[in-house]
Structure formats: structure tokens, C-alpha cells
């Protein structure tokens, strides 16, 4: 342990505990000698303005929040103080970020990717090789678009967004006010769910198909989470509604090595059956994504309920193999 990880260490030991600090539990918890503690206290208190105290009766130290100029009484560390596992695992996230939507947000991170850096360099930690050692596979991403900023920051400040916007399914291009209620990240892509104040009604928004969005001086709609998530969230996918079914799906032995371990809804029921089947049962709203995974296990899968998707799933397999014959 390094001289910053025991400044860092020492002051979320001081920073929880409600009784002084005995000097041989932070000997161990540091790693370090009476010596070394003595200087790293003296360096916080003449460099950092740390309001740290002696208990001579329990031998031990404490933050004396009385000395303390921030309102809540409570002293933190100055600019940004992270371990070496937490700057590590933070530029894994910036990676990431910066390889699955590329430029998504490089002016605003530049700074901190810089401090980060920093940190790493003065620990001795090499980041070079990070960029190297990361690998990202994206699938079916597409483009987020230009207007996620603008999206971002009118959820943020809760303001409305006149938008321009495309959508697929009916192939046409209309103008809406919306009021953003949550950015959602679902399979690669950007989505945001909103209040449409023309549908008078909860819409899913994708970011790559809004060709222009302006933030609006009206104040935004709120919505209440519970809603939310029971008219958005209670189906399967990123398309969903109020009338939920369920459907019964049955893997093979085979196909069920991955099921049985992936999570396609938070509400799904699942068991084995005598056989070595695998059988999920899973809520849907509108059936779009749900058929297409469906349709994705091929003939790993039987749907046994409702009969409506059954005989979808029937129909669109027909004409699939239509084609080949």
C-alpha cells in the first residue's frame, strides 16, 4: 500500500467511525509502522486541513467535526481521492463507454479521463495498455445520434423537448413535445421514454431516429416511477403497454444450458421439467422483440401459450421455410 492509498484509507476509517480510532487498528489496516501513521496524519493536517485529533485516553485518532468548515460538518478529501482498484475500474468504464458509442461523450469526460490518468501516474500505475486489453463487441448498435446531449440535459433540468422524429415501425416523420422521463440503454441501443403531450400517453423514443430536438422553457411533465415501470417495464423488450400476457415457452434439453441461466424478464417464471425440458414464462405487452428471440432458437422452442402467438410463431416459420423449399 502506497502513501495515497493510506490517505485514503485512513480518512474512510475516520470518516465512519463514531469513537476514536485505536492506533494498532490502524497500523494493521494501513500496513505500515507507529512511524508512518504519525507522518501521514501530520501531511493531512498541514496539507489537506484534515481536522484530525488525539484521544489520549483510547490512543487513538478521530475527525473533530467542530473544526470542520462545510456546512453538513464533515470533512472530505479535496478534488478527486480514489483507490487504485476504484480509478482502475472507472477508466474500464470510460473504455468501455468510449467503445460501444464512440465520441458519445468525449468533450465532457476529457477532464476527468485526465485526472484519472494523473492518479494513475502518480501511483505508478501504467494506462497505457488499458486501451489494449479491452475488447468490446458490439452487435446490432446502431448510431446514437447527435441531440443525446440535448436529451440529457432536458431530463436532467426537467424541462419539455420539441422533437423531430422517425419512426419505423409506420415509416413517418412528425413533430412532438415531450416530456423526457428516463433514458433507457437496451441491447447496444439508446431509447428514451417520455410523456407524449399529443398521444397524451408514455412513448419509447429512439435516439437515433430524433433528426432534431429542442429544449423547451415549459417545465416537464413527471411521471410516477410506479407508472413508469408498469406501463414500460412490465412486458418484455423496449416495446411495451398496459395489457400484459404471458407467454409459455418450452427450450429443449439442449437450449436449456442457456436459458435457464439468462434473465429475459425480472418477472418470469421458470422451472424444469421431468424430461429435461425447460420451461419460462415470461410477460409481454406487444410481441415484436418477444418473436423475434423466439424465432431466434429455432427449433429449440416451443410456444405453448397464448394460442395468438403460437400460431404467429407457426405462420412466420412456414414462410421461413417456404423460401428454402
Known amino acids: ?24 487498528r490502524l497500523q494493521e489496516r494501513l500496513e505500515c509502522s507507529p512511524a508512518t501513521i504519525k507522518r501521514i496524519i501530520r501531511d ?67 477532464p476527468i479521463r485526465k485526472r484519472l490518468q494523473a492518479i494513475m501516474s502518480s501511483q505508478h500505475l501504467g494506462t497505457g495498455e488499458l486501451a489494449h486489453r479491452v475488447r468490446v463487441l458490439r452487435t446490432v448498435a446502431r448510431p446514437v445520434g447527435e441531440h443525446f446531449s440535448q436529451v440529457a440535459g432536458a431530463l436532467a433540468m426537467r424541462q419539455r423537448l420539441q422533437i423531430d422524429y422517425h419512426g419505423r415501425v409506420k415509416d413517418q416523420q412528425d413533430s412532438r413535445e415531450i416530456s423526457p422521463q428516463r433514458l433507457t440503454y437496451y441491447r447496444d441501443n439508446w431509447y428514451l421514454d417520455a410523456w407524449c403531450h399529443r398521444a397524451k400517453g408514455l412513448r419509447t423514443f429512439a435516439l437515433d431516429r430524433i433528426s432534431h430536438a429542442r429544449s423547451l422553457t415549459k417545465a416537464a411533465r413527471d411521471i410516477p416511477e410506479q407508472k413508469l415501470d408498469k406501463e414500460l417495464a412490465a412486458g418484455y423488450g423496449i416495446f411495451s403497454g398496459a395489457d400484459v400476457q404471458e407467454a409459455v415457452l418450452v427450450f429443449t434439453t439442449e437450449a436449456a444450458r442457456w436459458v435457464a441461466d439468462e434473465q429475459w424478464h425480472p418477472e418470469q417464471k421458470s422451472r424444469w421439467l421431468e424430461d429435461g425440458r425447460f420451461e419460462l414464462k415470461v410477460p409481454y405487452a406487444n410481441p415484436l422483440e418477444l418473436i423475434r428471440d423466439i424465432l431466434a432458437h429455432g427449433a429449440n422452442v416451443e410456444v405453448l401459450a397464448p394460442k395468438p402467438l403460437r400460431q404467429e410463431i407457426a405462420q412466420r416459420l412456414t414462410r421461413a421455410s417456404s423460401i428454402y423449399n
Open 44 to 110: 493531512m493536517r498541514l496539507y489537506l486541513d484534515a481536522p484530525i485529533e488525539y484521544d489520549r485516553e483510547r490512543n487513538g485518532y478521530y475527525y473533530d467535526e467542530h473544526k470542520v468548515d462545510s456546512t453538513p460538518g464533515r470533512f472530505e478529501l479535496p478534488g478527486l481521492w480514489f483507490n487504485e482498484s476504484e480509478v482502475v475500474s472507472l477508466l474500464v468504464m470510460e473504455e468501455l463507454l468510449e467503445r460501444t458509442q464512440p465520441g458519445l461523450l468525449n468533450q465532457d469526460l476529457a
Open 1 to 24: 500500500m502506497n502513501q495515497f492509498d493510506r490517505i485514503y484509507a485512513l480518512h474512510k476509517l475516520l470518516s465512519v467511525a463514531r469513537v476514536p480510532v485505536p492506533n494498532k
